[in-house]
């Protein structure tokens, strides 16, 4: 369970990098991409958002000096506002699982340290169901609360924006406060980076100390996963995440300050309503030894006389 979200994290990542790269298909004039697969994408993604991109841009200001920067920052708000809610939800609901998972960690140590222990199949099959059971009779999640969700919507947008980026000759030349939005820039890679590992600290106020540690490793895949596809991306792609990071510091500083104590004080209440349930483990029943069976008595007959007839003698008279 330890290592489930970050190769989760990792596939998403991977489904992303194939998505980018593969509507790319880029010739030397930037014509738009055909083909099976890459002209629909295009059609019903890049195009559209090309043309939200530019009628935002003449509409937030002038497309010729900044407008195209401010269209992609007002879109990332327009998309960040639609998914608080779900991120929100998502983000209490794995607090919440956190607090739950540091309440059953003593009992879960013990099932731990016997299930190694353990000697035979049979018995870490009983100890692993054991542990389930106090998961299931405790209410928590053994993936910890977390979804995938708010990623695997933003996916379509990512690669919309890519496109539209690439193959739109205006915003591909346009620049933003001095920054080429269609060249890549390390240096909006690395703040959207550093946004990214600003919020991943902060989401570990207040976490249980038990639990930090397993969770800082988890957290650093976000930040180096935004540096990387923002290095090698347009930099209006980089200032999509920059501006995301800024968004979801934000938001998670408002479930830190807002809505933790409020699940604390909450699991509080019901622990002492509903002390943790704890499976007590059965004793083995002892094997009884085999008795061993009893040897057959051999019976030995009386050896026979010789009984002669009482008028035996009297017959050779």
């Not at 550093?194 to 249980?208: E, H, K, R």
Request: with cysteine; hydrophobic share 45%; charged share 15%.
């Amino acid at each position: 369970m330890r290592f489930k979200r970050p190769l989760m994290y990792g596939g998403l990542f991977s489904i992303l990098t194939l998505f980018l790269s593969a509507c790319s298909n880029r010739s030397i004039h930037r014509q738009p991409p055909t083909g099976f697969i890459y002209g629909p994408i295009y059609h019903y993604l890049g195009e559209p958002m090309s043309h939200l991109i530019t009628w935002m841009a003449n509409t937030v200001g002038n497309a010729q000096t900044n407008g195209y920067g401010w269209a992609i920052l007002v879109i990332t708000l327009i998309v960040r506002l639609i998914l608080m809610p779900l991120m929100l939800s998502q983000s209490k609901n794995a607090t919440r699982q956190q607090h739950k998972m540091a309440a059953i960690k003593p009992a879960m140590d013990d099932i731990q340290k016997r299930q190694k222990a353990a000697t035979s199949q049979e018995e870490k099959a009983a100890i692993s169901q054991e542990m389930m059971a106090l998961y299931k009779d405790n209410n928590v999640s053994m993936t910890g609360g977390i979804g995938c969700l708010p990623l695997i919507i933003q996916l379509p947008i990512f690669s919309a924006l890519y496109m539209a980026i690439q193959y739109n000759q205006a915003i591909f030349h346009s620049t933003f406060f001095g920054i080429n939005l269609g060249q890549t820039n390390i240096i909006v890679a690395l703040i959207a980076g550093l946004t990214y590992v600003g919020q991943s600290y902060l989401s570990l106020v207040g976490v249980p100390e038990s639990q930090r540690q397993q969770m800082k490793t988890m957290m650093l895949m976000s930040p180096v996963m935004t540096f990387f596809i923002s290095l090698v991306s347009p930099a209006g792609l980089g200032l999509y995440f920059l501006a995301g990071g800024i968004l979801a510091i934000i938001q998670t500083a408002i479930t830190n300050f807002y809505y933790v104590p409020k699940i604390k004080a909450e699991i509080a209440a019901d622990l002492k309503e509903h002390p943790i349930k704890v499976v007590t483990p059965k004793p083995a029943a002892p094997v009884a030894p085999k008795k061993a069976e009893p040897k057959a008595k051999i019976v030995q007959s009386a050896p026979k006389k010789n009984h002669q007839p009482r008028n035996a003698g009297k017959q050779h008279r």
